[in-house]
C-alpha cells in the first residue's frame, strides 16, 4: 500500500516579509490597515495546518515584538512630557504661570517623562531581544530551567524543537495555551511531570470614569511546578478557561486543581517551612502512584476487550504495555517487517469517527512502523469502506498503540485518508484532488 504525499504549494508571508509587511500597511493605511491585517494572518494560519513553519515556541517569541507598540506609546508620551516642560523653560513668563498654576505638578513633567522614556527604551529592549534572539528569550529561558541539567541545556533550537514536536503530535489548543504530553505552553513553558498545582483564576471589575462605565475581565491559568515558581497565561474566555482546566485535570491529574488566591493556593505557593514542602511533595507521590495504578487497571481491563493477532497469525486478550514493545522491536532482531492486528470488541469513538480495526506494520528502530486505522461500517462483520494512515517512528507507533489500547484515537491532522479497492486501499478522491 503505497500513500502520495505530494500537496499543493502553499503561498504565505514568511518571517521576517510578514512583519514588513504589517508595518509598511500601518504607515501607509494608519488605523485602516487593522482589517487587513487580520485578514493576511488569518489566511498565513489557514495556509499552515499543521502549525507555523517556524515551530510553535518560535512564532510565540516572534509575538512579542507587538510590545513595540507600548514602547512606541511610552517614548512618545515621555517625548512629549519632556518638549512641554523645555519649551515651557525656554519662556521665562510661561514657566513661572505654570509653576503657580500646577504648583508641585510642574516638577512631576520632567520626572514622568524620563520614566516614560526608560520604560519605553525597556519594552522596546524586551521585545527586541526575545524576537530576534530567541536564546537569550524569556521562554528559551523558562525551557532551560526546567531541565534536570539547565547548565548542559542544548541549543536554543533544540530546546524549542522539543517543546514544538510535543504539541504537533499531542498538542491540544484552549485559545493561546497549548497542552501536550510533557510541554505546556502559554506565556511561558511549563513541564507536566514537574506541575504541582492549576488554579484558575476570574475576576470581573467595574471602572467608572466619569459617566463611563468600564467592565474588565480576567481570565487566567495559573501554573505551580516544584520549585514553586509560577507561569501564568491570559486567556480571552471563560469557555477557555473551562477546556484548559479540564484538559491539565487529564494530563496532570496528580496535581492539585483549584482557584487562585484560595488556600490550596496559599499553602502550595507560601510553603516556606522544608517539612512542609517535603509533605506537600509526598502527598503528591502518593496521588500520582494511585492514579497510575488506576490508569493501569483501567488499561488491562481494556486491552482485554482487545484482541491481537500475532505475527506468526495466533491471537490473544492478554495485552500489556510490554507485549507492544517487545512487538515493535521484533523486526530489529528478524531483519524484516512484523505485522500486527488489534481488534476492539466495540468500535472506539473518537475525533468524529468510529473504528472497528487497527493494522500495523512494525518497521523496527531502523524502519518507519506504518499504522492505518479502519472506520467502523456500522454494521458487524462488513468490512469499512474508509481508513486513516500513517508512518512514524518505533517511539511514536508504541506511544500510539498504548492510547488505542485505552481507548484513544489520535488527532488525524497528519494522516492520509484511504478508500477500500477491492482487497486493497488507494488514497481517497478527495485527497487526490487536494494533491
Known amino acids: ?241 473551562e477546556e484548559a482546566m479540564d484538559c491539565l485535570r487529564r494530563r496532570a491529574p496528580a496535581a492539585l486543581f483549584g482557584v487562585y488566591d484560595s488556600r490550596e493556593y496559599q499553602d502550595l505557593v507560601y510553603a516556606k517551612e522544608e517539612e512542609q514542602q517535603y509533605a506537600q511533595e509526598r502527598a503528591y507521590r502518593q496521588r500520582k502512584a494511585k492514579v497510575e495504578e488506576q490508569e493501569r487497571a483501567e488499561q488491562e481491563r481494556l486491552a482485554q476487550n482487545q484482541v491481537l493477532t500475532l505475527p506468526d497469525g495466533s491471537v490473544t486478550s492478554r495485552i500489556t504495555g510490554d507485549t507492544i514493545h517487545e512487538l515493535l522491536r521484533q523486526p530489529d532482531r528478524k531483519g524484516k517487517a512484523v505485522p500486527l492486528q488489534l481488534v476492539p470488541g466495540v468500535p472506539i469513538q473518537g475525533q468524529g469517527h468510529a473504528f472497528s480495526r487497527l493494522v500495523g506494520l512494525a518497521g523496527g528502530m531502523i524502519q518507519p512502523t506504518r499504522i492505518l486505522m479502519e472506520e467502523y461500517s456500522g454494521t458487524p462483520g462488513v468490512p469499512g469502506q474508509y481508513a486513516w494512515t500513517r508512518d512514524m517512528s518505533a517511539g511514536e507507533a508504541e506511544e500510539m498503540l498504548r492510547g488505542w489500547l485505552r481507548g484513544e484515537i489520535p488527532s488525524l491532522e497528519n494522516w492520509a485518508k484511504m478508500e477500500r479497492s477491492g482487497r486493497t486501499w488507494q488514497q481517497a478522491s478527495e485527497q487526490r484532488q487536494q494533491a
Request: include cysteine.
Open 1 to 241: 500500500m503505497e500513500v502520495k504525499n505530494s500537496q499543493k504549494k502553499r503561498i504565505y508571508l514568511k518571517w521576517p516579509w510578514n512583519v514588513v509587511v504589517y508595518i509598511a500597511l500601518v504607515v501607509i493605511l494608519r488605523i485602516f490597515a487593522i482589517p487587513v491585517i487580520l485578514l493576511i494572518m488569518w489566511w498565513n494560519k489557514k495556509q499552515q495546518p499543521d502549525g507555523p513553519e517556524e515551530g510553535y515556541c518560535l512564532q510565540r517569541t516572534r509575538g512579542r515584538l507587538t510590545g513595540l507598540i507600548w514602547a512606541g506609546l511610552c517614548l512618545a508620551g515621555g517625548g512629549l512630557a519632556a518638549w512641554f516642560f523645555l519649551t515651557a523653560q525656554s519662556v521665562p513668563y510661561e514657566a513661572e504661570r505654570l509653576k503657580e498654576e500646577m504648583s508641585f505638578g510642574y516638577y512631576l513633567i520632567p520626572a514622568a517623562g524620563a520614566i516614560a522614556i526608560l520604560l519605553g527604551l525597556f519594552l522596546a529592549y524586551w521585545s527586541l531581544r526575545d524576537a530576534l534572539v530567541p536564546e537569550k528569550s524569556a521562554l528559551a529561558q523558562s525551557i532551560r530551567s526546567q531541565l534536570p541539567y539547565p547548565d548542559e541545556a542544548p541549543p536554543v533550537k533544540e530546546l524549542f524543537a522539543m517543546v514544538d514536536q510535543d504539541l504537533k503530535q499531542n498538542g491540544q489548543w484552549c485559545g493561546r495555551l497549548g497542552v501536550g504530553k510533557e510541554w505546556v505552553l502559554g506565556d511561558e513553558v511549563s513541564s507536566i511531570p514537574r506541575i504541582r498545582g492549576v488554579f484558575s483564576r476570574e475576576e470581573h471589575r467595574i471602572r467608572r470614569a466619569g459617566k463611563r462605565t468600564q467592565a474588565v475581565h480576567i481570565y487566567e491559568i495559573w501554573i505551580v511546578d516544584d520549585r514553586r515558581e509560577r507561569q501564568v497565561t491570559t486567556l480571552k474566555s471563560r469557555r477557555e478557561l
